[in-house]
């Protein structure tokens, strides 16, 4: 069974070919956003891991580290329900888009100068202050995602994409030039928050455009209390993923030193690069998903499976290719310094294939009002994954941080939905992805 198959399958407009094909160009745009992305952010990155050495490049991607899960943090949870809401809530649209970009326009400010204003008292150095300081744009940019979230409910992501992968072509061309001229660390930490101004300027201009209007226009203090009582679970769920790989980096570096830091950053570029693959994926498919579980629950079940089955199958061809070339790939690209981030890459890249099952679960439970157990579950797997790092670098280095990051995906993404009776119908649904033929001899 196809996956057009199986949306054409529905009844009404929602479902009609005219339809499929827009939720398909929907995914296309997605997935080739994410691909230039993996690709430019592969090619990029090794040639600026190549220029500064695994010293300077663990450094550089600590401090990011640092400011991802910060703004993880400043996104408090609103971008896992905002399209959900925008979708079976139009009539408020322009209300909730409203909220959600000043509620993340004051969580970002207070967030920013709350690290700033740590790293001074704590007497940390001017030019790590410098860098933090420029690294906060990736903070900056979060309640302009807002426009993002309005193109993804109206099943139109390919325009803000477009200027995603329009930025990021920018961002390389001007690190490429960084490199070739001698630039010090400092310019990449500015051309970071170059990339991330002209990311917020693409997205109000498309904006305005294609007419998505009223997303800075009023503020409810009523609405905000709802949409945060609703988001908070996601919250919880989107530092506890943040930092599920970005602490293991921070810990690399604390347990050893920046030039470990760098070795397994080389690897954590490559898995990164691939593990937001099957989070656009779903993406892609969520309004289909979404119809089909308001009226077809067997409908909605059969393209969890189909989905669910592409995802995972995905990731372990994925894993199996790095397996077998991971070394010389790693030595080709990023270079002989980097040569120990064969094996931490190899664990990290099997850890793909229970994190795109945590993917496709945690859409499920947001479809079914669920949040608190994607909260759980997420907590779980960074509390299993900090502390397997605490036991494991010291003892196997950066392998061990990669066998942290396995070890707890596999526990909270899988092992989890053994322990409770509600999740009988995903787990369910998971083997009948990850085994098909089982499930084609029972039924027989």
Known sequence: MTFESTVSSGSGPRHTRAGVRKYLTNAGALILERAAFAGINLVVGMFVARYLGPGDFGLFNVLISVVTILAAVAKLGLDGILVRELL?????????LSVAFWLMAASSVVFSFGLIAAMVMSGVSQDVVIYTALALSLVAVQPFTVIDMAFQADVRAGIPAASRVAVMLVGAALKVLAVVSGAPLLAFFVILAVEQVILILSYVLAARIFGVTGYVASFS?????ELLSSSWPMLVSAIAVSINIRITQILVAGLMDAKAAGVFAAASRIYEAWIYIPYVCLLAVTLALVNARQGNRDLYLRRLVIVTRIVLGLSLAVFVFFAAVGRPFIELTFGEAYAASYMPLSILMMSTI???????????????????????RTILAAALNIALCVLLIPLLGET????????????????WLWLRRADREILTATHDAAFPFVRKRRDA
């Open 88 to 96: 079976v809530r139009a009539e408020d649209r322009r209300l909730d």
């Open 221 to 225: 203090t009523a609405r905000a209390r």
């Open 400 to 415: 061990g941080a990669a066998l942290s990051v396995l070890g707890s995906l596999l526990a909270a993404n899988y092992g």
């Open 354 to 376: 229970p994190a795109a099952l945590g993917t496709v679960t945690a859409k499920y439970f947001v479809f079914e009002g669920r949040e608190r157990a994607v909260a759980s």
